[in-house]
């Protein structure tokens, strides 16, 4: 056990590194898909399952917990490891991207960001220093900083000014962390589709001698090729022995292309959340068991998987269940989901490991493209 936050790369095949993070509540490994948890709660899913599934890091959302329950109530009943009982690293967001999508009302200046919540419609105010505080509040081990993520398509000027303004906000946002043992923050790269601002936001946030990077303003509609191209400029730009967090990805192929790339964590409601909507991630590509097609198909979704989920119940059956509206259809997709997301981070750190990125990667296309014969 370590008091300390620790990266260590163990193998690197092409860009793409196989690390570490020892933290105090525990060590994730590299490349890692983080569920969402942003409530308290990954939706559908008992946390000891989740751990189970072999996650060992989950996100909670500053915005959502700040609002409901409140971040001083969390911090009153011991924390958010305590409250949710998770008592593994949490990586919490820290509202910006959340109020940006689903405040009202709301406002942004140098101060901050100011809005009207979705819940009650009572006014916040947020900046960078409050961020970071209610993160600290949250008990949260890696902390993001305040930032904000540009919509696109933007104009140049308007992406540098927004990315200047996140530069600005990671400083404070590291006077306001100081020294918290054992915790990380991380700062995030901004500069839209531009590769010289996505360079120069690197390169300043570099100089700040964070604990991590994340990579932000992506996975907001833009065409893969556009992301992977900005991937392509920023991880070269970026500490070698830290680690790098590609925010909101994504699909199978983005993390398996992004890993090929340099990124090593990952978050995103696409298991959780396509679950909830009937939607089956596996390895011969996604199942949507709403279609008609399945209603009377006795197969499960992957007899090979050790995943009950996935490998005991009938398309047929998951198919009624959705059809249905049951509960149980979104817990069973959800656990599928989350367990194939796992498989496939832990496919990737082996083939890292064994030096076979490449091929493992085309195997996993490969499958994907076969469907579901
Ligand atoms: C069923 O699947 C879905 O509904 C669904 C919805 C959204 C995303 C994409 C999420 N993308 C995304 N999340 C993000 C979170 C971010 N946080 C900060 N602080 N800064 C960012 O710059 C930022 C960018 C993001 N991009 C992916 C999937």
Redesign the pocket.
Known sequence: MTQSFQFSLLATDGAARRGEVSMPRGTIRTPAFMPVGTAGTVKAMYMDQVRDLGADIILGNTYHLMLRPGAERVARLGGLHEFARWPHPILT??G??QVMSLAQLRKLSEKGVTFKSHIDGVVHEMSPERSIEIQGLLGSDIQ?QL?E?VALPAERDVIERSMELSLRWADRCKIAFGDQPGRAMFG?V?GGDDEALRVRSAEALTGLDLKGY?V?????GEPQPVMLAMLDAVCPALPQHKPRYL????TPDDIVKSVQRGIDMFD???PT??GR?GLAYTRHGKINLRNARHAEDSRPLDAESDCPAARDYSRAYLHHLVKAGEALGGMLLTWNNLSYYQSLMQGLRDAIEAGRLADHAAALAEGWARGDL
């Open positions: 967001d820290s910006g991207f993001m930032d993520c995030i901004q994340a932000g303003g992506l996975a907001v925010m909101g990805v994504g995103c409601v696409m959340r396509a909507h």
